[in-house]
């Protein structure tokens, strides 16, 4: 048998009533506090990820340049030459203070690392830090053969804004069994008649910290 079920009119409109009822003013302002908060968050972890890998971007950038300028520096005073004006002469040709260096490099970028350069790695000083520039020059001309003209000339600036830059020399001392470590600020390969075992170019980074590079010269001397 069928069941039929009798409703009154008044329980009739209740129930359509209740059906074509729309959202009311305190749920439409609970969805879009609830969206305005989503997309907040969204937006937020967006631009956090933006910034971290820019941060790393710059970072790596960074790290990259001073490898660069580490490498140039690295190549030219490790190929530094004990070079004399004649072989007469036993003095070498190398002239550091604490503010620049000047000596002859087997290392030339002219000619693709090829041939004899003279080389000076020297800090202009300025309000913001010092910049440290490398300026080579070929052919190789020193004392009565500096005054000629022509030849190559190169100019790299390889830093900015180096607080506190200065340059140290490692001296052997007299006995080469001798490993204790004796960095002077200045050297004379005229009167040392060679050159220093290594160069180290010391300054402050960004935090304050001390920051060294040491770069080891392969040929110190010339066998007579």
């Known amino acids: 048998m069928k069941a039929f079920s009798v409703l009154s009119p008044e329980h009739r409109k209740t129930l359509v009533g209740r059906g074509e009822r729309g959202f009311t003013l305190i749920e439409m302002t609970i969805a879009m506090t609830l969206l305005a908060v989503m997309v907040g968050v969204l937006y937020g972890s967006f631009y956090l990820s933006d910034r ?105 600036l390889l830093a900015e804004g180096l607080r506190g830059l200065r340059f140290e020399y490692l001296d052997p001392g007299e006995d080469p069994r001798n490993f204790e470590e004796n960095w002077v600020n200045e050297w004379d390969g005229k009167q040392k008649r060679a050159l220093p075992r290594a160069v180290r170019l010391v300054y402050r980074g960004d935090r304050g910290e001390e920051v060294r590079w040491t770069f080891p010269i392969m040929i110190r001397v010339l066998a007579p």
């Open 52 to 156: 971290a890998v820019a941060k790393a971007q710059a970072r790596a950038d960074l790290s990259q340049s001073q490898r660069t300028r580490e490498e140039i520096l690295a190549g030219y005073i490790r190929s530094a030459f004990p070079y004399r004006l004649s072989p007469r002469d036993a003095s070498v040709y190398f002239i550091g203070s604490d503010r620049d260096v000047e000596f002859i490099s087997s290392l030339s970028t002219g000619l693709g690392g090829r041939g004899m350069s003279r080389v000076r790695i020297s800090s202009d000083l300025s309000g913001g830090g010092a910049a440290l520039v490398l300026d080579e020059e070929m052919p190789v001309r020193v004392g009565d053969k500096g005054s000629g003209g022509g030849g190559y000339r190169n100019n790299i």
